[in-house]
């Protein structure tokens, strides 16, 4: 019973969606500046400021929006924003202002069977419906 017992598979889940919220937070901390770089251009940067950003934004469900802060929540739509904005390969791609899109996590979000629910799936969809133009 001990691993595949429902409340081992909770925990694994819950400290699973800790990970990626801390990671997504982190990310969004080097992608506002904090090194003493300049240079875009360092191996290990990306156009986010950190190579696990991307992942991190695409990976993200409705589990973790609603076990996030209200500050961890802003970072998570600011990194979706971002990404699919088109940062990451400097296109450009259609985003919901982040007011917005927060609205619609916080609703899609509320209901049992959308925990498993990719944000940026979410997201967008929404942002093609939108009429804000790249």
Do not use: H
């Not at 429902?6 to 080097?30: E, Y």
């Not at 990194?79 to 940062?87: L, Q």
């Amino acid at each position: 019973m001990g691993g595949n017992s429902p409340a081992a598979r909770q925990r694994s889940r819950g400290a699973k969606r800790q990970v990626a919220v801390g990671v997504a937070c982190l990310a969004a901390l080097v992608a506002a500046g904090c090194g003493d770089s300049d240079d875009a251009s360092d191996s290990g940067s990306s156009a986010l400021g950190a190579p696990d950003v991307q992942t991190t934004a695409r990976e993200t469900d409705c589990t973790d929006w609603n076990d996030a802060t209200v500050e961890e929540r802003q970072i998570i739509v600011e990194s979706i924003a971002e990404f699919e904005g088109g940062a990451p390969t400097g296109t450009t791609g259609r985003t919901l202002p982040d007011d917005e899109a927060y609205d619609l996590f916080q609703r899609t979000c509320e209901n049992d069977y959308a925990s498993a629910f990719k944000l940026y799936k979410i997201y967008v969809r929404a942002a093609a419906f939108s009429s804000e133009q790249p």
